[in-house]
Each structure stands twice: as C-alpha cells, then as structure tokens.
C-alpha cells in the first residue's frame, strides 16, 4: 500500500474512541483543550504542572488519544511517523506536542524531513550557557534558601548509556539514585549510536572465530588516538571490554553480530543481531532496567552547579526544572555523565577554527554543559582541543550514515567515479580525504549484497536518503557522478576483492564484491561527531581537581570526560567506554557514599 507523509490527525483521539475530530480554530494545545473543560483538561492543579516530567500531563493526553504504540499502530503506513521511531525508553507526549506553545517535532532536532503537526512550529534552540544561568540570579539564591526538594545518595547528571549505565550500577550496590536529564527523553547521542560496541576477547568473537587480544585492542586505540591518550583509561577500557558485553547481555541486550569499524585490526564491534542499530537498543535495555528498579529519572531537568561545602566535598546539585523552576537536591556524590558537546559550534569552533559552521551528527544536548558544571566545581581539563569529524553525514537527511555500512562493504568515490581513499582508515584521515574531493562531498556506493548484511540500512531507506538503479552507470549519471568511470572503479575493486589485496589504497577488509542485485549511493559529507577531551578523570572514575588532587564525591563517565581515547577516537570505542567507566563511577560513587 502506498504510504502517506506524515500528519498526525485529531482523528488518532478516536483510537481510545473518547474524541470526535474536532476542526482546528485555536493556534495551540492549551487554547484548543481549553474550549473543551479549560485547565483541568489537562493539569490536576489549575496551570500548574506536576511535575518536570509532566506526569499527570501525559495521563491526560493517553486518556484521549491512547498511547504512543496505539497512535503508532494507526501510522503504519505513513512515511516517516515520529510515533514508529527509533527513540528509545517511553517518549512522553509532550516530548512534541507543547501545551503553551507552538508544538515541535523533536526528530526535527536531528533531521531535515517534512513534518506536519497540528500548532506545529519551528525547531529552534534558545538555550543559555551555564555561565550566563548563574549569573546574578535571584530565582538562584532563593532556591539554595530552601529546604532541597529531594534527598538522594547519589545524582546523576545525564541519561545517556554512561548516566543509565551507573544509574543501574550504583542502585545495584544499594545506593538510591536520582537521573538528571535537561531533554524530554532518554538517551542523549547513546540512542543515535549505530555500528557498535568495541570488546575483545569475547565470547561473540569466540562463537565466530575471530582472533583478538588486549595487546591488540590496546594497540590499535593508541595508534588511533596518536598515543596521547591516558595508558592508564585505555587498560581499564580495554581489560573490561569483554565484562562490558557480558554485563548488557546480562541485562539482556542483544550483542551477537560482530563486525568492523576503521582502525581496528580485527572484527570486534558488538551489535545486535542482523546488524540493527546499537545505541537504542542499548539505551532500551538500560531503560528497562532503570525502570524495573524504580529509578527516579527526572526529565526537563537540568544540573546547574555541583554544591560543595567548604572543604570541597560534593553536598549536592543545583537543578533548573524546566516546568518546576530551580530547586536544589541533597546528595553525597555526583557522576557527571552529560556527553560530549559537538553540537555547540560556538565551543567546538573556539577551539578548532577550522570547524567553524559544520554541521554535527549529534543530539541537541549535546552543548557541552558538563564542562562547565564540573569545571565550576574545580574539575581539571583534559585534550579539549580534540574534536572529530564522522566522514559520512548524509547530505540530504542530516543523518549519520554508520561506519559499518563501509565496513561491510561499501566504498568511497568522488563526482569523477573515482575511489580516493581506503575507505576504512581512521576518522580523521577519512573525512580530510573526503573535504579534498569536488563539492567537498562523496557517495557511498554498495550493493544488494551489502545492504542485506546490515538491518540499519533500511532505516537510511525508509527515510529516502538512498537511490538506487539496477544500474551503475545509470545511478551514478542521475546522481551528478562519472557514470562509465564509476563502473570501471566498481569492476577494478571487485578484482581487488577476488585477489585479497587492494592495490590502490590497501584497504584491509573487503568483506564481498559489489554485483548483486541493485546498486545504491548516499551522498555524504563530514560533520563534527565526538569530542575527544573533557573533565580529566584517574582510572577509578574519580574527578580530577585543578590542584591535581581527586574531589570527593565527584565521578564523571563518558564523552564529558577526557584521555580515553587521545587525539582521535575509533569507532565502536565510545560505546565501551561509557559502559564501562559509567558503571565503574556508579559503583565506585556508590563505595564511596557507604563510607
Ligand atoms: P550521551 O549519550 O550524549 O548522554 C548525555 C546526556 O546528558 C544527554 O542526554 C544530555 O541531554 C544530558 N545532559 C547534558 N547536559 C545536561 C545537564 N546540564 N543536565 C542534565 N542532563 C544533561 N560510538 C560507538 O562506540 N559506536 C557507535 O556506533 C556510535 N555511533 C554514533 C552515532 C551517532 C549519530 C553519534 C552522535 C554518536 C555515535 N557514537 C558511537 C558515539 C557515542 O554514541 C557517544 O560518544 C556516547 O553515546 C556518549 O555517551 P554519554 O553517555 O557519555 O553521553
Ligand atoms: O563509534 C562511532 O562513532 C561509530 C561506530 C559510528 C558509526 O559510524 O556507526
């Protein structure tokens, strides 16, 4: 059946077959409910909402229109419906729909598709810098007065896979914790994660054969890293790498499928089954788990400042709620797991001018508050000026298209047909070879044979970003592409695949040939993806102060941090170290509180 663009009716109330479809006359959610039962329709207490998750808020609109699987199940045959996304966890209603306010599609956030919502508006970003927040703010001062709203051991500040992933760890220890998270949802850049999970030594390689060793695992993060990354991080990332897998499998995640990503010597890339998408199966998992253990994640909320008392020991956490206002909890220790900050060109520009006005491949929290909240604390600095970019953004859908799509088999050529580079070097060397071809762009060029080895290719499918054409030359004429020369490049690499040596750029894994079937491209162009540097840690997840000496209390985990992974991270690699240093600071943070 042919399938429709995306509109979400007032029709999906008749889903809970409470609602007629009303006509639209109001311009947002509060005027339109309002000629139906006014405030009540929607909060318990006038105007006032519940809570910064806007709990019984959310009640109200599943009362009406079901929930999310139930609108979903009326979309199956809509193109690109927000309600059959990727995101993980329970996305809340209100994470699109504003009651106050013109409504806005958080998947716009990331990509650039059509949208049509009712009282839909623009997604624009107003966000303050921490720094200015804290500025002569009486709302502020008049929050540390009060009594602290809550009263936890432990606050976690970021519900991304090194915030859940410590969350989990630290309750585990028998430490009560509360998740902080300035988004509407969970996950921050873990649920984008694509290709996979970095471990050697495993029993997923064992199962297939593979041959791997720490050394080796070792080996290749500091040459990617042009050994300035932390010896000491790297051990830990590496010698639980396999512990980590063990740990989410134990949870119950899905890790089987074990491929490659650029700068590792062997297949050691973890990730569910037929090759879907890591990170929100990840962030589900931990989710789950989360919730199964009654945790208290608070969305709309974001940290502000780490409160310390006067010998410097962490005493709790400064919250702005987004619905709530500023109020502050009382806690023992903190895991600053707040991600990285590629989204924020203003910071990552200051410190590389040559990204200046790229685009990113990230979240939109990612804005680099931990630096700030942490660094206001006394937390020391570590390799900021490493910032990455991914070589492969889609040009037409602002998606990232995954490493493994290359790493399965997929090459590189520029408008001229033409390969111009081992296709699965390092980031860096990638995306500068990438940046020398005409237009600054290349098409990723596979096969049938290569997109039925990996699931996440459907989703860059569905989402329009990929033509196709049962032929070569056709496809890449249509596409602005030296249509004869690339046939010739696609004949000479398949040679190269049947001799096992790629004679032009030694690429060193070339899975299959590229002759089954139809023949596909995706225009892509480097945008900035992760940054390097951040809060320096010592191998127990601790805060490093800038005398040097630990801060007690403070634990940080994850792209906010620095040193794991030097100049230039490997792909797969994040996903390990935020497992495994957001446990580590979690259980650790929970050691410490027990003391
Ligand atoms: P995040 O997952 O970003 O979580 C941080 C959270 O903190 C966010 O939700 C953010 O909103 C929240 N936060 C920030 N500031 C505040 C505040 N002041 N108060 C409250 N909350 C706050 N790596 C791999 O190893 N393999 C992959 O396949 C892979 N694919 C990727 C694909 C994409 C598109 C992207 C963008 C990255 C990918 N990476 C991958 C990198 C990896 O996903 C990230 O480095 C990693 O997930 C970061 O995890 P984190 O928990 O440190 O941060
Ligand atoms: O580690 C990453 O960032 C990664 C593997 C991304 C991707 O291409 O999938």
Redesign the pocket.
């Known amino acids: 059946m042919m399938k429709t663009r995306f509109t979400l009716t007032l029709a999906a109330g008749l889903v809970a077959g409470v609602l007629a479809a009303p006509t639209l006359a109001a311009d947002n959610l509060a005027a339109f409910h309002a000629d139906m039962g006014g405030c009540q329709n929607c909060h318990s207490d006038a105007n006032k909402p519940t809570d910064d998750n806007l709990t019984y808020e959310n009640e109200q609109c599943q009362t009406c229109h079901g929930t999310l699987a139930d609108v979903a199940a009326t979309e199956e045959n809509v193109e690109h419906s927000p309600h059959l996304s990727h995101l993980p966890g329970e996305p809340a209603c209100t994470s699109c729909h504003m009651g106050h306010e013109k409504s806005v599609v958080y998947c716009d956030s990331c990509h650039s598709f059509d949208f049509n919502m009712p009282f839909q508006g623009k997604w624009e970003r107003k966000e303050q810098g ?1 720094n200015d927040l804290l500025q002569a703010n009486l709302d502020i001062e008049k929050a540390l007065k009060a009594e602290p709203r809550a009263t936890t051991d432990i606050v976690i ?7 859940l992933s410590a969350a989990v760890a630290a309750h585990d220890k028998g430490a009560g914790v509360i998740v ?4 509407p949802l ?13 471990a050697a030594l495993t029993k997923q390689q064992a199962a297939k054969g593979i041959e791997d060793s720490l050394e080796l695992m070792t080996e290749d993060t500091m040459k990617g890293g042009r050994n300035i990354n932390d010896p000491a991080l790297v051990e830990v990332l590496v010698t639980h790498s396999a512990g980590s897998v063990d740990w989410l499998t134990g949870l119950g995640a899905d890790l089987n499928d074990v491929g490659r990503m650029g700068g590792a010597s062997v297949n050691r890339t973890h990730r569910p089954t037929g090759g879907a998408g ?2 929100a199966h990840v962030v589900q998992v931990l989710y789950d788990n989360a919730i199964k253990r009654e945790i208290d994640i608070r969305y709309n ?4 400042e780490i409160l310390e008392d006067d010998k410097g020991q962490v005493r709790g956490v400064l919250v702005k709620g987004e619905h709530t206002g500023y109020y502050w909890i009382k806690a023992e220790a903190v895991v600053v ?4 900050f ?1 989204r924020n060109n203003d910071r990552v520009s200051a410190l590389d001018p040559k990204l200046k006005g790229f685009a990113a ?3 939109p ?3 680099g ?2 630096l700030d ?1 942490a660094g206001n604390a006394g937390a020391a600095m570590k390799d900021l000026e490493y910032i990455q970019a ?1 070589p492969t953004l889609s040009v037409a859908g602002g998606v ?1 298209v ?1 490493e493994a799509v290359r790493g399965n088999g997929a090459i590189l050529v520029n408008r001229e047909g033409d390969r111009f580079v081992n296709e699965i070097t390092t980031r860096d060397k990638a995306s500068a070879a990438i940046l020398e071809q005409t237009g600054k762009t290349a098409f990723l060029i596979f096969d049938d044979s290569v997109r039925h080895s990996l699931k996440k290719i459907e989703r860059y499918i569905e989402l329009g970003v990929v033509p196709s054409n049962s032929s070569l030359k056709a496809l890449g004429d249509s596409l602005g592409i030296n249509g004869a020369e690339l046939e010739k490049s696609v004949a000479r690499y398949n040679e190269f695949v049947a001799s096992g040596k790629d004679a032009d750029f030694a690429r060193p894994n070339m899975p299959r040939s590229l002759n089954q079937g139809s023949y596909y491209a995706i225009e892509v162009t480097p945008a900035v ?2 940054t390097m540097g951040g809060v320096q840690i010592d191998n127990q997840g601790e805060v490093v102060g800038k005398d040097g000496k630990v801060i007690k209390g403070m634990f940080a ?4 941090t620095g040193g794991v992974h030097g100049a230039n991270r490997l ?8 497992v495994t240093f ?1 446990r580590m600071a979690g259980e650790n943070a929970a050691s410490f509180v027990k003391k």
């Open positions: 921490i500040i970021g519900s991304g896979g090194a915030g902080l998270e300035k988004e969970v996950g921050g850049n873990t649920k984008l994660a694509a290709g996979g999970m970095n890591v990170g909320s974001r940290a502000v797991a707040t991600g990285g590629a491949t990230n979240h929290g990612a804005t508050d931990g909240v991914h990232m995954t993806h992760h985990a994850g792209e906010v792909g797969g690699n994040a996903i390990s170290d935020i957001g």
